[in-house]
C-alpha cells in the first residue's frame, strides 16, 4: 500500500520513511520537529527567532521577512553613516544622545551583514529547490541520495516558493505551489519501480532497429558464385553436359557423388 503513494524518498536502508513520534507514514521532504513535537511539511528548519518551525507553509514568509529587514537595517545604516562620522570629529553636542547614534550604527550594521548573510544562503536554497536539511544531508530515493532530486530549475523552482502571480511575490500572501505532500521530482537515474518514459522506449526501439552490415563473402565463396555455369534455353543438351563437365568444380562434386557408389563391393 505505501509504494503506490506518490512517496519517492527513502531512508538509508531504502524503506519507507515512518515517524514513530506521529505514527504516520512521512511524505516527501517532511521532518518530525523536536522542538514543536510534529512533524513538519517542507521542514526548512526550527528558527529561534520567530518561535515556529520553517516550512512549507509559512517558508515565502520567512523569505520577505528576511528581505524586509534587510532592507530596514540597510535604511537605518545609510541614514545613520553620517551622524556617526560627526560623532568620531567632534561635529555632535556633547550630550548623551551622540552615544545613542553610536550603539544604532553598530546594531544596525551588524544585522545588516547576518541578514544579508542568511538571506543569500536561503536564496540560494530558493534557486536549488533545496531546504537547509536537505542541503546538510541530500534525500535518498530509491536509487539513492540526490541533492538535485527536487530541482526543476530557477524559473521552476523560484516559482514553487512565490506562486506564478506577480503581484503577490511582494505581499504576505500564501501564493506556493502545490500542497505540500508530494513534489515533482527530476532524478538523475532511472527508477526501476517507474514506468519507462515514450523517449526511453523510442530509444531502444531504435537501437533494436539497427541492420547491421552483411558479412563479407570469403574468396572461396565468391570464386564459387562466379563460376558458376550459366544455362541458357538456346543451349542443347551436349553444350550443357560440355559445360558442366569443364568446369572444375563440378567435376569435384560429380566425384564426390560417385566415391561411396565405389566402394561399395560387388558380389556375384
Not at 564459387?224 to 553444350?239: C, H, I, R, V
Amino acid at each position: 500500500m505505501a509504494k503506490d503513494l506518490p512517496i519517492y524518498t527513502r531512508t538509508n536502508s531504502r524503506a519507507i520513511r515512518f515517524c514513530d513520534r506521529c505514527q504516520l507514514l512521512k511524505p516527501d521532504r517532511c521532518h518530525h520537529c523536536s522542538v514543536c513535537d510534529k512533524c513538519i511539511l517542507k521542514m526548512d528548519h526550527h528558527c529561534p527567532w520567530v518561535n515556529n518551525c520553517v516550512g512549507f507553509s509559512n517558508y515565502k514568509y520567512f523569505m520577505l521577512f528576511l528581505a524586509y529587514s534587510l532592507l530596514y537595517c540597510v535604511f537605518i545604516t545609510a541614514t545613520d553613516l553620517q551622524y556617526f562620522i560627526k560623532f568620531w570629529t567632534n561635529g555632535l553636542p556633547d550630550t548623551q544622545a551622540k552615544f545613542h547614534i553610536m550603539f544604532l550604527f553598530f546594531a544596525a550594521s551588524m544585522f545588516s551583514v547576518s541578514l544579508a548573510s542568511l538571506f543569500a544562503y536561503h536564496c540560494w536554497l530558493v534557486c536549488k529547490n533545496r531546504s537547509t536539511l536537505e542541503a546538510v544531508r541530500a534525500p535518498a530515493f530509491r536509487h539513492g541520495t540526490d541533492k538535485n532530486g527536487f530541482s526543476l530549475g530557477f524559473s521552476k523552482n523560484f516559482r514553487q516558493v512565490f506562486g506564478d502571480e506577480r503581484r503577490y511575490w511582494l505581499l504576505p500572501v500564501f501564493s506556493s505551489l502545490g500542497d505540500g505532500c508530494s513534489f515533482p521530482t527530476c532524478l538523475v537515474n532511472q527508477d526501476p519501480e517507474q514506468p519507462s518514459s515514450p523517449e526511453a522506449i523510442n530509444a531502444n526501439k531504435s537501437a533494436t532497429d539497427v541492420q547491421f552490415p552483411a558479412k563479407p563473402l570469403r574468396d572461396s565463396q565468391s570464386r564459387l558464385l562466379t563460376t558458376t555455369p550459366s544455362w541458357t534455353e538456346s543451349d542443347s543438351a551436349e553444350d550443357r553436359e560440355r559445360k558442366g563437365t569443364s568446369n572444375p568444380i563440378m567435376i569435384i562434386e560429380n566425384e564426390g557423388l560417385m566415391l561411396p557408389f565405389l566402394r561399395v563391393p560387388i558380389r556375384t
